[in-house]
């Protein structure tokens, strides 16, 4: 159970705005959905050096009493660390491949060689596709331009592309002299897909068909000009991380004893924009001699708009820390203009 860290318990709350109810009681009883709030162990407001615990509330069965959510009791003296990880979105990986400009040679075959990494979901650099567009010139290049060559491969890829199901990159035209590779995002889907990004490298080759050596003279360039980066606190993180800590929580074997199943709740949306703050405390257990069991409780702000003004409701949840354990143990509030 190490995928989003080595705690051995880790639970999430969810919310994207922080309720103005001060106590438990008040706080079921009214608060609106999507609402959360730091509140004292004992059912009251934050209040210096008490253990204190996170209430969410949903739009559940109020009769049944399932129209909110709580975390474990955070006991201040075992509070090790508060981190904040604002959000920041997904960018996808894009290379530039070029070198087209007055490179038109009679018997060349020109090649781009874009090699996919953990090819099919393996997880394992060491399994990859290779897909290669081509253009191959012959003894007379009359009426054959740069752009007639980029042109080529570009339909070679995307028709090698496409019997892969057209969903790992594009391929655009840029102008005569160079095109770009871009990963295309990955959906994700609960516990069954986590929507890693495209990883992938590229590799421009140009051969005279006339040489025995077949020796690449590397007039095509392919540069990296973004890089993948998996953005923090995105949709598909809150997604991939509600699946981990609800087995915790709820059922372990989800879905395993259909039709006889306990229904298990979902808050995270894939096109949510979170901050997170992760609150990383322990416990002693005795099982059976005195251990200490490390645990976090991460709690994801929903901006619903990348805008500064939307940190509000984080710097909420932040204060209220600040009233338990101080502003010295807490990140500082965040720019909200």
């Given at each position: 159970?190490?995928?989003?860290?080595?705690?051995?318990?880790?639970?999430?709350?969810?919310?994207?705005?922080?309720?103005?109810?001060?106590?438990?009681?008040?706080?079921?009883?009214?608060?609106?959905?999507?609402?959360?709030?730091?509140?004292?162990?004992?059912?009251?407001?934050?209040?210096?050096?008490?253990?204190?615990?996170?209430?969410?509330?949903?739009?559940?069965?109020?009769?049944?009493?399932?129209?909110?959510?709580?975390?474990?009791?955070?006991?201040?003296?075992?509070?090790?660390?508060?981190?904040?990880?604002?959000?920041?979105?997904?960018?996808?990986?894009?290379?530039?491949?070029?070198?087209?400009?007055?490179?038109v040679v009679a018997?060349?075959?020109?090649?781009?060689?874009?090699?996919?990494?953990?090819?099919?979901?393996?997880?394992?650099?060491?399994?990859?596709?290779?897909?290669?567009?081509?253009?191959?010139?012959?003894?007379?290049?009359?009426?054959?331009?740069?752009?007639?060559?980029?042109?080529?491969?570009?339909?070679?890829?995307?028709?090698?592309?496409?019997?892969?199901?057209?969903?790992?990159?594009?391929?655009?035209?840029?102008?005569?002299?160079?095109?770009?590779?871009?990963?295309?995002?990955?959906?994700?889907?609960?516990?069954?897909?986590?929507?890693?990004?495209?990883?992938?490298?590229?590799?421009?080759?140009?051969?005279?068909?006339?040489?025995?050596?077949?020796?690449?003279?590397?007039?095509?360039?392919?540069?990296?000009?973004?890089?993948?980066?998996?953005?923090?606190?995105?949709?598909?993180?809150?997604?991939?991380l509600e699946w981990?800590?609800?087995?915790?929580?709820?059922?372990?074997?989800?879905?395993?004893?259909?039709?006889?199943?306990?229904?298990?709740?979902?808050?995270?949306?894939?096109?949510?924009?979170?901050?997170?703050?992760?609150?990383?405390?322990?416990?002693?257990?005795?099982?059976?001699?005195v251990e200490v069991?490390?645990?976090?409780?991460?709690?994801?702000?929903?901006?619903?708009?990348?805008?500064?003004?939307?940190?509000?409701?984080?710097?909420?949840?932040?204060?209220?820390?600040?009233?338990?354990?101080?502003?010295?143990?807490?990140?500082?509030?965040?720019?909200?203009?």
């Amino acid at each position: 159970m190490s995928v989003f860290g080595p705690s051995q318990v880790e639970e999430l709350i969810i919310g994207n705005a922080v309720a103005a109810e001060t106590t438990v009681a008040t706080f079921i009883a009214s608060a609106s959905d999507k609402e959360i709030k730091v509140l004292s162990a004992t059912g009251g407001a934050p209040a210096a050096d008490v253990d204190f615990k996170l209430l969410q509330k949903t739009g559940g069965n109020a009769v049944r009493g399932l129209n909110y959510e709580f975390s474990d009791v955070i006991k201040t003296s075992k509070v090790q660390k508060v981190i904040l990880a604002t959000y920041s979105p997904e960018v996808q990986k894009v290379v530039t491949v070029s070198g087209f400009t007055g490179n038109v040679v009679a018997n060349t075959t020109y090649a781009v060689e874009l090699r996919i990494y953990n090819d099919g979901g393996t997880l394992s650099p060491e399994n990859f596709a290779t897909i290669t567009g081509y253009y191959v010139t012959g003894a007379s290049v009359v009426g054959i331009t740069d752009q007639v060559i980029q042109d080529g491969i570009i339909a070679s890829l995307n028709s090698n592309l496409t019997r892969r199901g057209e969903f790992e990159v594009i391929v655009e035209s840029v102008d005569a002299d160079s095109f770009t590779i871009t990963g295309q995002y990955q959906t994700v889907v609960a516990g069954k897909i986590t929507g890693r990004q495209i990883e992938f490298d590229v590799t421009g080759k140009q051969f005279l068909n006339s040489s025995l050596l077949h020796e690449n003279l590397g007039l095509l360039t392919a540069v990296v000009t973004t890089k993948n980066y998996p953005g923090t606190g995105t949709g598909k993180y809150a997604v991939n991380l509600e699946w981990f800590t609800k087995g915790y929580k709820y059922e372990v074997y989800r879905q395993t004893g259909y039709p006889a199943d306990f229904a298990t709740p979902y808050y995270a949306s894939a096109g949510g924009m979170y901050n997170a703050i992760h609150i990383k405390y322990y416990d002693d257990r005795q099982s059976p001699t005195v251990e200490v069991q490390t645990k976090v409780l991460t709690i994801l702000v929903d901006k619903v708009e990348d805008t500064l003004a939307n940190n509000a409701a984080t710097n909420s949840v932040l204060a209220d820390l600040a009233t338990i354990l101080g502003a010295a143990n807490v990140p500082s509030a965040l720019d909200v203009l």
